[in-house]
């Protein structure tokens, strides 16, 4: 990967994103993250430290460990769509960006209400900052993990 040192998959189903983030490292033989795994570890107590300082310090908390994630290399990382659009210029460079774009009844029997509710215009925006679209129909983890893996064939 020359013009890419890291691979950031996003879909409207933080679960989802984080299995197939998963395969994916395993079938490119790459290191795996998950970014809230990663801020949760990093902040240990992420509502204990919201109750007992400001949003503003945990904000800023959040982006120290997601600056630390954009330094990283030979990696896949899952995302979702809030850590995104709110970090998308520090992720941006050196990243291919992946979004799996779900069905909205998948996302509505697996996600959150808040991306239900959202879903053409997080869908819409996603489209616009991802590298790649992946447009799923059949959600068999296996099946999609081929098919990202022949979109990024002709990217990488």
């Known amino acids: 990967m020359d013009k890419f040192n890291k691979i950031v998959v996003v879909s409207l189903c933080d679960t989802y994103t984080k299995n197939l983030g998963t ?22 107590d992420k509502k ?16 120290k460990v997601l600056m630390h994630l954009a330094s990283f290399v030979n990696v896949v990382v899952a995302i979702n769509f809030d850590y995104l659009w709110h970090n998308i210029k520090l992720l941006k460079k050196g990243s291919l960006i992946v979004f799996l774009n779900l069905p909205k009844n998948y996302i509505k029997e697996n996600g959150n209400v808040v991306d239900v509710i959202g879903y053409e215009e997080r869908s819409k925006t996603l489209e616009k900052i991802a590298t790649a679209t992946v447009k799923i129909k059949k959600t068999d983890i296996n099946f999609v993990c081929e098919k990202v893996l022949n979109t990024l064939g002709g990217i990488l």
């Open 23 to 44: 395969l994916l490292s395993q079938n490119l033989d790459m290191l795996f993250c998950d970014t809230k795994d990663l801020i949760e570890y990093e902040l240990i």
């Open 48 to 63: 204990a430290l919201e109750e007992n300082c400001s949003k503003e310090y945990l904000k800023a908390s959040e982006k």
